[in-house]
């Protein structure tokens, strides 16, 4: 029901940042969440970030164990867009990261979007 586009990665050095982008385009009720996730070659798509709302709980963020602060999830109302905003950048963040809308847990996937490259070098 959902069209996701992500777009932001590139090639970075060791340290640095980037920011992700999620545009979603379709019917996004408001007991969604929306995340990101990521897949490096050879291995399980992994949880990232996600991010929840609803009138009675406000707004919730969620990071993979793996973040320790680097990474900040974020959303735009205006723009109906969510961000991942990734600093200190290391090689092994290296992978394609995929924007997700979310139902009941931060691991229930409704939709997936294309998914954007992230090469971080040594």
């Known amino acids: 029901q959902v069209q996701l586009v992500e777009s932001g990665g590139g090639l970075v050095q060791a340290g640095g940042s980037l920011r992700l982008s999620c545009v979603p385009s379709?019917?996004?009720?408001?007991?969604?969440?929306m995340g990101w996730f990521r897949q490096a070659p050879g291995k399980e798509r992994e949880f990232v970030s996600a991010i929840r709302w609803n009138l009675w709980r406000g707004t919730n963020t969620y990071y993979g164990d793996f973040v320790k602060g680097r990474f900040t999830i974020s959303r735009d109302n205006a723009k109906n867009t969510v961000y991942l905003q990734m600093n200190s950048l290391k090689p092994e963040d290296t992978a394609v990261y995929y924007c997700?809308?979310?139902?009941?847990?931060?691991?229930?996937?409704?939709?997936w979007g294309q998914g954007t490259q992230v090469t971080v070098s040594s």
């Open positions: 997700a809308t979310l139902r009941n847990s931060n691991y229930d996937v409704a939709d």
């Open positions: 379709g019917r996004i009720f408001s007991s969604y969440g």
